[in-house]
């Protein structure tokens, strides 16, 4: 069984703080590494992907992947209330299918 | 490009009644996914496709049947529907596997289902 970790949560952050949101995964042959953003009532809505060790940055996300601790995060640079969500990770082990962590409830306290 | 959509948004459904949930995609992805979402939980796999004609078996496939005759539909059948089986229900696409931008999956806006 392909395992995705993530902690539940609630994370609570003020405004324009930094949320940092962790993500581990058991199938050391995994490859692609995701993070969607599910809204209450809504569908999960892709944010952030990457591939290799290291950051990728677009706009105020931030994705580190660390292969040998089986480790992916999400920093969010100045939170605003509208990042309040569900952040899921989500992890392609180069099968056909995706495994998703429970996710993370981020609340940004105005 | 509407991209995913599926029908109905709601359904409610009485023990051992059968029904369809739609999914249609207009972006030529060759791989499209059922997963459901039970509260408080993150996606399982139920069926996925890797083209028209092909199917197999996610996570949890069992009381759930799917076909794919053509490249943009994909319906997940349910035929004698149980309690267990009240969840949401999402319908994703991708162009392909394997590492790259390719792979990205793109989810329908769900349906919600409940079974008394």
């Known amino acids: 069984q392909k395992e995705v970790e993530q902690n539940s949560g609630p994370l609570s952050v003020p405004e324009g703080a930094i949320a940092s949101l962790n993500c581990t995964y058991s199938?050391?042959?995994?490859?692609?590494f995701f993070w969607y953003r599910q809204y209450s009532g809504k569908s999960p809505e892709l944010i952030m992907s990457?591939?290799?060790?290291g950051d990728k940055e677009d706009g105020r996300f931030t994705a580190q992947l660390n292969k040998a601790s089986q480790y992916v995060s999400l920093l969010i640079r100045d939170s605003q209330p509208s990042d309040s969500a569900t952040y899921l990770c989500?992890?392609?082990?180069?099968?056909?299918?995706?495994?998703f962590g429970t996710g993370t409830r981020l609340t940004v306290i105005p | 490009n509407a991209g995913v959509t599926q029908t109905p948004k709601f359904r409610i459904l009485k023990i051992g009644q059968s029904m369809t949930l739609q999914c249609t995609q207009d972006?030529?992805?060759?791989?499209m996914y059922w997963y459901r979402q039970d509260p408080g939980m993150g996606l399982k796999l139920i069926y996925y496709?890797?083209?028209?004609?092909?199917?197999d078996k996610g996570e949890v496939p069992n009381g759930y049947n799917v076909s794919r005759s053509t490249t943009e539909d994909f319906p997940l059948r349910l035929e004698l529907a149980a309690p267990s089986q009240t969840s949401v229900y999402f319908c994703?696409?991708?162009?392909?596997?394997?590492?790259?931008?390719?792979?990205?999956?793109?989810f329908g806006p769900g349906t919600r289902l409940t079974v008394l």
């Open positions: 496709s890797v083209g028209a004609g092909i199917t």
């Open positions: 199938d050391r042959g995994s490859q692609s």
């Open positions: 990457i591939y290799s060790n």
């Open positions: 989500a992890v392609n082990s180069g099968a056909n299918n995706l495994f």
């Open positions: 972006m030529n992805h060759n791989y």
């Open positions: 994703a696409s991708s162009l392909s596997v394997g590492i790259g931008a390719s792979n990205e999956q793109f």
